[in-house]
């Protein structure tokens, strides 16, 4: 859990994954609410949290809050980013700018909103792997689904905040805050409540 409250990548859930900021710019108001938040140039900026241990992959959920500046010119840009280590599966809240379409991908599911995602405004994004279906959900509602076409034998994933893990042009012209990992399918309740950009001050129980 990565909510920014000061300078810095430090896991807030108690597991100690903290991440490694790499160029990124922290504004200690710069989020919803006047939470801290970072920025991201899309040229070479990341943050890089090495394998995050799971006790399963077949239910997973990401959130972030997403501030799109502009666009980067890569065929993908990548705001949050899974990836196994043993073969290289994929989970990943992004925008693809070729295709004008952005949402969840999630082992081999598109779950997409098919337009470019709106710009210089706050968002809430969250991708789901529940039941073998992706769902992506935008400020808590639901805007696709799609159904899930391979599985992660993985026990641990490397994240990517701001560009894919293992490098590459996927990076993001945006601020983000609040990055959250789960080894589970959260409900639609308890996204609600991952809305609240206040919750990023609260432990709700739900890490």
């Known amino acids: 859990w990565y909510p920014f409250l000061q300078s810095g990548a430090a896991d807030k859930s108690g597991n100690g994954n903290d991440g490694t900021v790499n160029g990124a710019t922290y504004n200690e108001s710069g989020g919803p609410e006047g939470l801290g938040a970072y920025g991201?140039?899309?040229n070479?900026?990341?943050?890089?949290?090495d394998n995050v241990p799971t006790n399963q992959t077949s239910e997973v959920t990401i959130s972030a809050w997403v501030y799109i500046?502009?666009?980067?010119?890569?065929s993908w840009e990548r705001h949050v980013d899974l990836q196994d280590g043993n073969n290289g599966k994929i989970v990943v809240l992004?925008?693809?700018?070729?295709g004008s379409q952005y949402g969840f991908q999630a082992l081999g599911a598109d779950a997409d909103v098919n337009q470019d995602p709106p710009q210089n405004v706050w968002l809430h994004w969250v991708g789901v792997i529940r039941n073998g279906t992706a769902y992506f959900y935008e400020n808590a509602v639901e805007k696709a689904t799609s159904s899930t076409g391979g599985s992660s034998t993985d026990s641990s994933f490397s994240l990517g905040i701001g560009n894919r893990y293992d490098g590459g042009g996927d990076h993001v012209l945006a601020n983000m805050t609040d990055v959250r990992v789960y080894d589970k399918a959260l409900s639609q309740s308890e996204i609600n409540q991952l809305y609240d950009p206040k919750?990023?001050?609260l432990?709700?129980?739900?890490?």
């Open 40 to 42: 991201f140039d899309g």
């Open 44 to 49: 070479d900026d990341s943050i890089k949290v």
């Open 69 to 74: 500046t502009g666009n980067a010119g890569n």
């Open 94 to 98: 992004r925008w693809d700018d070729d």
């Open 199 to 201: 919750s990023v001050n």
């Open 203 to 207: 432990d709700r129980g739900l890490v």
